[in-house]
């Protein structure tokens, strides 16, 4: 029994740079907010002294707020790459559908073939050269 690897496409090889660019950009929107908010939140806090609850409830807002968004577009994200995987299993299954279907036709061919070589033979056999 042989197996074989899968063949990368250019789709799979492009799906993959997809989502490592989407996963590099979502951590660099998290980086960049917490640098943002939490730098506001500490001249905040320098300017007055001391960390309000007003200036922490703010902060958490906005935190919870961009999360909020952000957990949204990964999960549209991750629904778009699911869907897109789905796909690609039932074209992989029809192909593999295909294959066994042509294949299958092949083998049967191949005996008629086979068949009809030892017919022939037998029946050249049977009928006596003539020589001259």
């Not at 730098?39 to 703010?58: C, D, K, L, Y």
């Amino acid at each position: 029994m042989t197996v074989t690897k899968p063949e990368r496409t250019a789709e799979t090889d492009q799906a993959a740079a997809a989502a490592t660019a989407a996963v590099e950009q979502v951590e660099g929107e998290i980086r960049a907010f917490v640098r943002r908010d939490v730098s506001a939140f500490r001249r905040a806090r320098q300017e007055n002294g001391e960390a309000t609850p007003e200036g922490i409830s703010s902060l958490i807002e906005r935190a919870s707020g961009s999360s909020v968004a952000e957990i949204e577009r990964v999960i549209a994200e991750l629904v778009s790459v699911r869907d897109m995987l789905r796909n690609e299993g039932e074209r992989v299954q029809r192909e593999i559908a295909g294959y066994a279907t042509l294949s299958q036709a092949a083998m049967t061919s191949m005996k008629i073939i086979a068949d009809s070589l030892v017919h022939w033979k037998s029946q050249s056999a049977q009928v006596p050269h003539v020589r001259e």
